[in-house]
């Protein structure tokens, strides 16, 4: 079993940041790729960054110049900068991580979300 726990998540500001964190623990051998979802209400859930094992990036056109994915991979952890914050950036923030366990199945798993709330 994997865990996923995101935090970082809370009220700001437009203009204003914010540091989201995700901690990946159990049965990990390696991660191969960690990923930042979000899900507006009423919308689908859409892909923000992703970032692979070796650092390679890529960002949703909505947030390039303005969001840095980054990850540390000692400590199984992805975290997304966020910078310049707008309204339309509200929305709950999942990780997502495709890994190998220690049984050298390819597995893919979802945090449980945090909420990202940006006022006008």
């Known amino acids: 079993q994997v865990q996923l726990v995101e935090s970082g998540g809370g009220l700001v500001q437009a203009g204003g940041s914010l540091r989201l964190s995700c901690v990946a623990s159990g049965n990990i051998f390696v991660i191969r790729a960690m990923a930042w979802y979000r899900q507006a209400p009423g919308k689908q859930r859409e892909l923000v960054a992703t970032?692979?094992?070796?650092?390679?990036?890529n960002y949703a056109d909505s947030v390039k110049g303005r969001f840095t994915i980054s990850r540390d991979n000692d400590k199984n952890t992805v975290y997304l900068q966020m910078n310049s914050l707008k309204p339309e950036d509200t929305a709950v923030y999942y990780c997502?991580?495709?890994?190998?366990?220690?049984?050298?199945?390819?597995?893919?798993?979802w945090g449980q979300g945090t909420q990202v709330t940006v006022s006008s």
């Open positions: 997502n991580a495709d890994l190998l366990s220690k049984t050298m199945y390819r597995l893919n798993y």
């Open positions: 970032i692979t094992s070796g650092g390679s990036t």
